[in-house]
T-cell receptor, first 113, second 112 residues
Framework: NAGVTQTPKFQVLKTGQSMTLQCAQDMNHNSMYWYRQDPGMGLRLIYY???????DKGEVPNGYNVSRLNKREFSLRLESAAPSQTSVYFCASSDKGEGETQYFGPGTRLLVL | DQQVKQNSPSLSVQEGRISILNCDYTNSMFDYFLWYKKYPAEGPTFLIS?????DKNEDGRFTVFLNKSAKHLSLHIVPSQPGDSAVYFCAASDTGGFKTIFGAGTRLFVKA
């Protein structure tokens, strides 16, 4: 089992460019999440998908969109990147989504110039 | 307004001694608490959790204590090992919710 995989590992964008971060899990989990980690801020929830076909906003959704493509895949899109979106992005999945353990991917380091 | 606070950005401990990492929360609706460990360039990994109906949970060298009246939890690592050097995140969630709130993390250094 690969667990949670994320692509790309690292990306440099110019302000205004768009990109999609990909995430996939092979644990048959119902719930998936996107977080960003910034120095001194911990992990902040951007969007989550409680189950296939549903998505909801988290703490910091502005500037992002998500797609739950199927049970395995959950993508995060930046339509017009801004320097404030420079961060490390983590995808996670969990079984029930109610306080259950979340399993994280290795992260995508994004730099917006 | 930070609902989960880890007030110590870093902690240094000698190998073999006890490491105590602290976490405070403000939302009384939280009823499930977790600790995650993170090494550089990797994603966080689950370490230990505790439900609000308990005040202690132990797993090997790791013990989490919960004081609901003080809205405080702590992670004890005994004995500490150099491989424990990592960033530790405290997290909290409420039953029925999907929004786990993370603290800012504490970087633990275990000196050999």
């Amino acid at each position: 089992n690969a667990g949670v995989t994320q692509t790309p590992k690292f990306q440099v964008l110019k302000t205004g460019q768009s990109m999609t971060l990909q995430c996939a899990q092979d644990m048959n989990h119902n719930s998936m999440y996107w977080y960003r980690q910034d120095p001194g801020m911990g992990l902040r929830l951007i969007y989550y998908s409680a189950s296939e076909g549903t998505t909801d906003k988290g703490e910091v959704p502005n500037g992002y969109n998500v797609s739950r493509l199927n049970k395995r895949e959950f993508s995060l899109r930046l339509e017009s990147a801004a320097p404030s979106q420079t961060s490390v992005y983590f995808c996670a999945s969990s079984d029930k989504g109610e306080g259950e353990t979340q399993y994280f991917g290795p992260g995508t380091r994004l730099l917006v110039l | 307004d930070q609902q989960v606070k880890q007030n110590s950005p870093s902690l240094s401990v000698q190998e073999g001694r006890i490491s105590i990492l602290n976490c405070d929360y403000t939302n009384s609706m939280f009823d499930y608490f977790l600790w995650y460990k993170k090494y550089p360039a990797e994603g966080p990994t689950f370490l230990i959790s505790i439900s609000s109906i308990k005040d202690k949970n132990e797993d090997g060298r790791f013990t989490v204590f919960l004081n609901k009246s003080a809205k405080h939890l702590s992670l004890h690592i005994v004995p500490s090992q150099p491989g424990d050097s990592a960033v530790y995140f405290c997290a909290a969630s409420d039953t029925g919710g999907f929004k786990t709130i993370f603290g800012a993390g504490t970087r633990l250094f275990v000196k050999a």
